[in-house]
């Protein structure tokens, strides 16, 4: 039986953008960053994708993260940067996940090592801008030393020396020439105190195509690996991206109305002549942003706009006119958003009619819509 509402993830795409990714960073590795459920796409099947492409390693938010990719049987390399003083570290170490360092984390990766008896493998991480994480550049030297010296007491191992950029995706700003000459002078100074590591990284997505100065050894591919553009002023498809996912319903509910027919609550839409109203049951409460009004839904080979105010589990579409005598929509399959090139409305139109980026539009799809995922084998080999 077809769901009522469904995510469909095409698990090729991901394989696809990824190949994509790879081909424009080498000789520098992949990391596909798969935090927030994979950007709601499905943290596992998406891992799983991206390492059968080719990323070489995998990034996340929290350790507890990371240790569900470890449960999943997942064993490729893993980095986790979000920590909080209740972070379960002894665990991290445990199950081999590399972790951020910002400062105050140092003193609990190390009392976790020692607990676990084997050292722990840690990133130290910069601010070169951001102003969120990161080490400010005075405690820097200071913060070097000290993970030398339990380095050399052998409790972790320095294996990457990371930041993260704020403005790569306007390739205009000149912050991003400023946050590369800080970290290129972060990076000299942690080499001559003696630090030799595996991996140098700060390119995140837009600075992957925007910026190959920002490469080094490993770029962090984030909203790229889904098919989705960084930037304002470029399409998926002008970047060689193919969007994996795609939100979609059973409408509802189908009926004639007059003009004058008022739409949903605050009734601030009203029909300008006699129109049909298709009800898709999807809202607010499955991720769909209530701001998102005006945005375009694929009915039935039309594309219509959602009018009047977005509720908590349904929106409204009209579909300017009525339906020849005896036709309903009933059923039909009502796609909010998907690949362009099958004609369906883009995560991007989502984002400008609710004001945001098309990050938030895909991540933000509840765990209650269904995922349902296409090739789950990859079709091509790995290049």
């Known amino acids: 039986m077809t769901p009522e509402r469904q995510v469909q993830v095409d698990l090729e795409a991901i394989r696809h953008n990824v190949r994509r990714i790879a081909q424009i960073v080498s000789p ?27 990323a070489n390693w995998l990034g996340v ?48 990766i190390v009392a976790a090592a020692r607990e676990q008896q084997r050292p722990a493998r840690v990133h130290l991480k910069i601010d070169t801008g951001l102003g969120r994480n990161g080490s400010p550049a005075a405690r820097w030297d200071s913060l070097v030393g000290e993970a030398l010296e339990y380095q050399d007491e052998g409790l972790l191992r320095v294996v990457g020396l990371f930041s993260h950029l704020a403005v790569a995706d306007e390739p205009q700003r000149e912050e991003t020439d400023a946050q590369l000459q800080r970290f290129r002078e972060a990076v000299a100074l942690a080499e001559d105190a003696g630090v030799d590591v595996e991996v140098r990284h700060l390119a995140n997505t837009p600075a992957i195509f925007s910026r190959p100065d920002t490469h080094f050894d490993l770029v962090r591919a984030g909203v790229g690996i889904y098919g989705l553009s ?11 991206l193919r969007p994996a996912m795609t939100l979609k319903a059973l409408v509802a509910h189908c009926k004639e109305v007059p003009a004058g027919q008022g739409v949903s609550y605050g009734l601030k839409y009203y029909t300008k002549e006699p129109s049909t109203l298709a009800l898709v049951p999807l809202g607010y409460g499955d991720g769909v942003p209530r701001s998102g009004t005006g945005a375009p839904v694929r009915i039935a080979g039309g594309v219509y706009p959602v009018v009047g105010t977005i509720a908590m589990d349904q929106l409204v579409v009209d579909l300017g006119g009525r339906l020849p005598e005896g036709e309903s929509v009933l059923g039909a399959e009502a796609v909010l958003f998907g690949a362009a090139d099958d004609g369906d409305p883009s995560v991007d139109l989502w984002a400008a009619a609710a004001g945001t980026i098309n990050y938030e539009i895909v991540t933000r799809v509840a765990s209650s819509v269904e995922r349902v995922y296409l090739n789950e084998q990859p079709t091509e080999d790995v290049q």
């Open 61 to 108: 938010a929290r350790v507890s993260q990371a240790l569900t990719l470890r449960e999943a049987g997942i064993e490729a390399p893993l980095l986790a940067w979000l920590h909080t003083p209740a972070t379960d570290f002894a665990a991290a170490v445990e199950q081999d996940v590399d972790l951020g360092v910002s400062g105050w984390e140092l003193d609990h």
């Open 230 to 240: 960084p930037f304002a002023g470029q399409t998926s498809e002008e970047l060689g």
């Open 28 to 54: 520098a590795q992949v990391m596909a960053v798969v935090k927030a459920d994979g950007y709601g796409h499905g943290m596992i099947p998406v891992a799983q994708a991206a390492l059968q492409a080719g």
